[in-house]
Nanobody, 123 residues
């Protein structure tokens, strides 16, 4: 499966962006999906994940209440709505498809990764 992330860009602090991840090659409708991010000079970190049905979501504490993950199984798409963005949210954002149907915070649970989309938040 190929994952294509898009929607990144430059935004001022307090602004919003919506990231999209479209899967192609095969369906991911039965896979848990996740978003991770990596800032320059830092390790990759978990952001959010959603289970196969879309009725269970988890978030990193740093984004809880600001970010919302959702999915459209019919369109093989996962979205990440990011509100109240802060400079510390600046990073490359990567979507990933899990080996499993439920959510996971661990990068090792994910088998397919997109190329990333860059988010820059100015202060």
């Amino acid at each position: 499966v190929q994952l294509q992330a898009s929607g990144g860009g430059l935004v001022q602090a307090g602004g919003s962006l919506r990231l999209s991840c479209v899967a192609s090659g095969r369906t991911v409708s039965n896979n848990g999906m996740g978003w991770f991010r990596q800032a320059p000079g830092k390790e990759r970190e978990f952001v959010s994940a959603i289970n196969w049905r879309g009725d269970n979501t988890i978030y990193a504490d740093s984004v809880k209440g600001r970010f919302t993950i959702s999915r459209d199984r019919a369109k093989n798409t996962v979205l990440l709505q990011m509100n109240m963005l802060q400079p510390e949210d600046t990073a490359g954002y990567y979507c990933a498809a899990s080996f499993f149907s439920e959510t996971s915070r661990s990068a090792s649970a994910y088998k397919s990764w997109g190329q990333g989309t860059k988010v820059t938040v100015s202060s």
